[in-house]
Antibody, heavy 114, light 108 residues
Framework: QVQLVQSGAEVKKPGSSVKVSCKASGGTFTKFAISWVRQAPGQGLEYVGRIITIIDVTDYAPKFQGRVTITADKSTSTSYMELSGLTSEDTAIFYC???????WGQGTLVTVSS | EIVLTQSPGTLSLSPGARATLSCRASQSVSSHYLAWYQQKPGQAPRLLIYGTSTRASGIPDRFSGSGSGTDFTLTISRLESEDFAVYYCQQSGSSPWTFGQGTKVEIK
């Protein structure tokens, strides 16, 4: 089973960008896609987007289109999610997940505060 | 985008009771692409059911899923203490993927 390990918590200023990593192990990176999900404090799950790693094709939720970039580095089996134009409403835990939903990262807390 | 509406928002039940959670879609969802997740405080979501009715590996058989088209159901036949949590449905058949807002199952 694939294990996903995410980078640590981040504190960012409004208007800045954040880049979160998700490193996969225990499986063939190019055999699955990686999705990213946001969860604001006390709120539900929100799909951000995904990348099909073998062909580097991305799909983004309209809400985040233009502000999010998801990439994959096959050499290190790592996916990255970069979100720009941060506001306080982006304060949330960001999760990566293997596409079938079986394996999830531990989550990365992003706090946006002046 | 397909909107998933879960009901009820909160379900207050006693251990041993049967729980029935509903997920209604704004458009038809292929049964192959409807999943259910469980989430406990401070933890990542855990896949319970995929393809509407297939239990993920290691999921007890007290969890079952059913439905088609726009109406889907997760049933927990007899609640155990570890089942009190928040449950989300998700569709992955149409971009963007979407989640329901969640149903909290709490101890009565």
């Amino acid at each position: 089973q694939v294990q996903l390990v995410q980078s640590g918590a981040e504190v960012k200023k409004p208007g800045s960008s954040v880049k979160v990593s998700c490193k996969a192990s225990g499986g063939t990176f190019t055999k699955f896609a990686i999705s990213w999900v946001r969860q604001a404090p006390g709120q539900g799950l929100e799909y951000v987007g995904r990348i099909i790693t073998i062909i580097d094709v991305t799909d983004y939720a309209p809400k985040f289109q233009g502000r999010v970039t998801i990439t994959a580095d096959k050499s290190t089996s790592t996916s990255y999610m970069e979100l720009s134009g941060l506001t306080s409403e982006d304060t949330a835990i960001f999760y990566c997940a293997e596409d079938a939903g079986i394996s999830w990262g531990q989550g990365t807390l992003v706090t946006v505060s002046s | 985008e397909i909107v998933l509406t879960q009901s009820p928002g909160t379900l207050s039940l006693s251990p041993g009771a049967r729980a029935t959670l509903s997920c209604r879609a704004s458009q038809s969802v292929s049964s192959h692409y409807l999943a259910w997740y469980q989430q406990k405080p401070g933890q990542a979501p855990r896949l319970l059911i995929y393809g509407t009715s297939t239990r993920a590996s290691g999921i007890p058989d007290r969890f079952s899923g059913s439905g088609s088209g726009t109406d889907f159901t997760l049933t927990i036949s007899r609640l155990e203490s570890e089942d009190f949590a928040v449950y989300y449905c998700q569709q992955s058949g149409s971009s963007p993927w979407t989640f329901g807002q969640g149903t909290k199952v709490e101890i009565k």
